[in-house]
């Protein structure tokens, strides 16, 4: 029998309570965290899905193997940091490109161990504007 902890009185306090990884997990956009000597952490089923990946496939593996050109003079999870409205190129599984659009790290301390960023897929949007 599966024990739950009762519901807060308030969504302030189910929010509070709410673990990260299920919130992370539920997210309808691309989220990656990649620690800063540059291995993919965690990938959200968004981030799985718009790579073509199966679930958990991604966790441990370089940030290399999902990215298609390197931002200069980066390393590890540098890689995606700093980058924030930069066009960023990711290899699908199929071997396609996949234009991205980051975000900033949400971690932002300096103590942080990783970056969390979140991706936005504008593929679509650039073969439109080169149609016209």
């Keep these: 029998m599966e024990r739950r902890a009762p ?3 308030s969504a302030q306090g189910y929010l509070t309570a709410l673990p990260a990884l299920i ?7 691309a989220t990656l965290a990649v620690r800063y ?3 993919i952490v965690y990938a959200n089923p968004a981030f799985e899905q718009m790579l073509g990946y199966e679930s958990g496939i991604l966790t441990d593996q370089p940030i290399d193997a999902v990215l298609d050109d ?3 003079r980066a390393a590890g ?3 995606i940091c ?3 409205g930069r066009l960023i190129s990711l290899r699908h599984s199929d071997a396609t490109i996949v234009r991205t659009v980051a975000s900033e790290s ?6 942080d161990p990783l970056a969390l960023v979140v991706f936005h897929d504008i593929t679509e949007q650039l073969w439109t504007v080169g149609e016209h």
Excluded at 23 to 29: E, G, T
Excluded at 106 to 111: A, G, I, T
């Design 7 to 9: 519901l807060p009185d």
């Design 23 to 29: 919130l992370l997990d539920r997210l309808p956009v």
């Design 37 to 39: 000597d540059g291995t």
């Design 70 to 72: 390197r931002p200069p």
């Design 77 to 79: 999870g540098g890689l």
């Design 82 to 84: 700093g980058h924030s």
């Design 106 to 111: 949400v971690m932002m301390r300096k103590d």
